[in-house]
C-alpha cells in the first residue's frame, strides 16, 4: 500500500541534544513537508521541499534542519537551537508544489517530549 | 495575506444529531478549501476537497461541506453524528501563487455524547 510512515512514534530527547525524525513516503510525490502541531495552534509549517536537493524554509524554520537527498525519504533534525522542540511533528507529501488543488497526504506523526 | 479561521475550537453533539462545523477564509482569488480530520496522536486524513464546479461537495464517511463565496465559508456537515467522528477537524486553504502549501485553521474538536 502506497503512504507515508514516520518512525520513531514517540521520541525522548534529552536538552542540548539534536534528534533526527524519519519521514519516507512511497506515493511518487515531488513535495514534502514538515508541520509542527501545538495544542490550540493548529499545524505550522516548518519546510518544505519540491524536489530533491532542494527544500525551503516554512514559517517557523528556526531551530530546525532538513535534507531531501533521496524523493522518498525527508528527515527532519530538531537541533539543541530550538527552544521549546515539545511538540507533535507531522510529515506530508503532494503530488508537487506546484498545483493548490492538491491535496496532501500525512504520516501519522511523531511525538518528541523533551525531558 | 491569506488565513483559515474556525470559529469554534470545541463542540459537543448528541449522538444522532446533525453537526455543522464552521470555516472562514480570507483569499484573493478562487480558493481552493480542503477538510482534514485527526483521530487522537494520528495524522490527518482527508474528507473532502473543493476547487471548483458544484459548491456542495461530498466526502468520506458521510461529511459534506458547501462552498459559499459571498460569505467567505466552507462549512462542513454531517446529518447524523455517529460516536467514532470524535476527533480534531481541520480547515484548510490552499497556498496562493501556485504553490501547494496549504493554510490550516487552528481546528474544532468534536466530542460526541451518548
Not at chain 2, 458547501?66 to 460569505?71: D, I, L, P, T, V
Request: glycine fraction near 10%.
Amino acid at each position: 500500500d502506497g503512504g507515508i510512515t514516520q518512525s520513531p512514534k514517540y521520541l525522548f530527547r534529552k536538552e542540548g541534544q539534536n534528534v533526527t525524525l524519519s519521514c519516507e513516503q512511497n506515493l511518487n510525490h515531488d513535495a514534502m513537508y514538515w508541520y509542527r502541531q501545538d495544542p490550540g495552534q493548529g499545524l505550522r509549517l516548518i519546510y518544505y521541499s519540491q524536489i530533491v536537493n532542494d527544500f525551503q524554509k516554512g514559517d517557523i524554520a528556526e531551530g530546525y534542519s532538513v535534507s531531501r537527498e533521496k524523493k522518498e525519504s525527508f528527515p527532519l533534525t530538531v537541533t539543541s537551537a530550538q527552544k521549546n522542540p515539545t511538540a507533535f511533528y507531522l510529515c506530508a507529501s503532494s503530488i508537487d508544489l506546484w498545483t493548490s488543488s492538491n491535496e496532501q497526504f500525512f504520516g501519522p506523526g511523531t511525538r518528541l517530549t523533551v525531558l | 495575506a491569506q488565513s483559515v479561521t474556525q470559529p469554534d475550537i470545541h463542540i459537543t453533539v448528541s449522538e444522532g444529531a446533525s453537526l455543522e462545523l464552521r470555516c472562514n477564509y480570507s483569499y484573493g482569488a478562487t480558493p481552493y478549501l480542503f477538510w482534514y480530520v485527526q483521530s487522537p496522536g494520528q495524522g490527518l486524513q482527508l474528507l473532502l476537497k473543493y476547487f471548483s464546479g458544484d459548491t456542495l461537495v461530498q466526502g468520506i464517511k458521510g461529511f459534506e461541506a458547501e462552498f459559499k463565496r459571498s460569505q467567505s465559508s466552507f462549512n462542513l456537515r454531517k446529518p447524523s453524528v455517529h460516536w467514532s467522528d470524535a476527533a480534531e477537524y481541520f480547515c484548510a486553504v490552499g497556498g496562493s501563487s501556485n504553490t501547494g502549501k496549504l493554510i490550516f485553521g487552528q481546528g474544532t474538536t468534536l466530542q460526541v455524547k451518548p
